[in-house]
């Protein structure tokens, strides 16, 4: 089993930029694709980015393309989502999730593991 603990999210003005982490821990975790994920009030949960486990590829949603970007650390065995020029319809609950099959994944049943979740709120 493997656990994934967000961490990273809060407030933030238009505009502006978080960076968050996802630190995986249990048992040996090695060749997964990573991913984030948002949930926003009264909205499905959708795909923000993903990425190969050596980091050699990554895919972003449309909406996110070219002001996020997802990076992972297999040492520290820690995925991160650097957010830049956020937008107030950015602010969702943020999930990392982890998938064992996959190379890349964008789909949420692509995913085996997922984390708590961490509260992104942007303000206009």
């Known amino acids: 089993q493997v656990q994934l603990v967000e961490s990273g999210g809060g407030l933030v003005q238009a505009g502006g930029s978080l960076r968050l982490s996802c630190a995986a821990s249990?048992?040996?975790?090695?060749?997964?694709?990573m991913g984030w994920f948002r949930q926003a009030p009264g909205k499905e949960r959708e795909f923000v980015a993903a990425i190969t486990w050596s980091g050699g590829s990554t895919y972003y949603a449309d909406s996110v393309k070219g002001r996020f970007t997802i990076s992972r650390d297999n040492a520290k065995n820690t995925v991160y989502l650097q957010m830049n020029s956020l937008k107030p319809e950015d602010t969702a609950v943020y999930y990392c999730?982890?998938?064992?099959?996959?190379?890349?994944?964008?789909?949420?049943?692509?995913?085996?593991?997922w984390g708590q979740g961490t509260q992104v709120t942007v303000s206009s």
């Open positions: 249990g048992r040996t975790w090695s060749s997964n694709a």
């Open positions: 999730a982890g998938a064992e099959l996959y190379d890349l994944a964008t789909a949420r049943d692509e995913y085996d593991y």
